[in-house]
């Protein structure tokens, strides 16, 4: 095939391409995921602004271990996350710790922790939340969310002190259909913004870009949510209940309980009648 044939790399076709081959590629390959007891998670001290590949050398050098049993490390929520290749390795080497090394002119304590779990989907960063804001306030990612039980992860981010931001991050099962339209919602008077992490990602299923087939609202066939209004124009995702039809029901109920018929009328009538010639 001649290097004219082939379609550019930022075309549709392109990554419509990739997409199909990584689909292929991950239906037949499996990689197995690391035991959670061959890793050792470090936090990243709130004395530390940020946990660079170098500060980790730095703790490598101040213990005693193999370097051969060491399998690779990566960064997740801004710590670093060793694995190794047996438990027992990753037992001994946690045992030396907690330590203290010098980055710069400042000394940190470095410690280790449980392995964060990891979850897979759709990353949404937040940004513009009002303040005060609490984390149990970030699932407002099930309003946006096709179904809530797609919002799978939410957490409030912290700055270097530990103090609480107004950004957060999002994490869906499936890619919410609202942030392909929209990316900004009005909360409180706030513009809240949604952006997507991963900026390679594309669904080349709806054609948008920030998540994955494999998240994609298209593969799952997910239907958008029916939206309710009342005689007021208020939208609902539930039904509303029509205060007229209930005040018709109260009326019939009454109706029927307490009959007036033409015949009890007339002798009414006679009685009052008979009443006033006596």
């Not at 790399?9 to 991950?26: E, G, V």
């Not at 005693?64 to 060793?82: I, P, R, S, T």
């Not at 039809?245 to 009648?273: H, R």
Request: net charge neutral.
């Amino acid at each position: 095939m001649k290097d004219s044939a082939l379609p550019q790399p930022n075309s549709k076709a392109a990554k419509s391409y990739f997409a199909n081959l990584a689909t292929i590629l991950s239906c037949t390959i499996n990689i197995t995921a690391p035991s959670s007891d061959c890793q050792v998670y470090f936090p990243r001290p709130s004395s530390l602004n940020s946990f660079t590949d170098s500060t980790l050398e730095l703790i490598f050098d101040s213990v005693k271990f193999n370097e051969d049993d060491l399998e690779g490390f990566e960064h997740h929520y801004g710590g670093k996350l060793v694995t190794f290749l047996s438990a027992e390795v990753a037992s001994t080497f946690a045992s030396q710790f907690p330590v203290d090394i010098v980055v710069g002119k400042k000394t940190h304590c470095f410690h280790f922790s449980p392995p964060p779990t990891i979850h897979s989907g759709v990353q949404v960063r937040v940004m513009g939340l009002p303040r005060p804001f609490s984390p149990k306030q970030l699932k407002l990612g099930q309003s946006l969310a096709l179904k809530p039980m797609h919002l799978v992860h939410c957490k409030l981010l912290r700055s270097c002190r530990g103090k609480p931001t107004d950004k957060g991050l999002l994490i869906f099962s499936v890619c919410p259909f609202s942030l392909l339209v929209a990316k900004t919602m009005a909360l409180g008077g706030y513009d809240i913004q949604f952006g997507f992490l991963n900026h390679d990602a594309h669904g080349h299923l709806c054609g948008h870009t920030g998540h994955f087939p494999d998240f994609c609202h298209v593969t799952h066939m997910t239907k958008l949510p029916i939206i309710y209004f009342d005689d007021e124009g208020n939208p609902s995702l539930s039904p509303p209940k029509s205060k007229d039809k209930k005040k018709g029901k109260e009326k019939a109920k009454g109706e029927s309980k307490n009959p007036l018929n033409d015949d009890d009328k007339e002798d009414g009538s006679n009685d009052t009648a008979t009443a006033a010639a006596v």
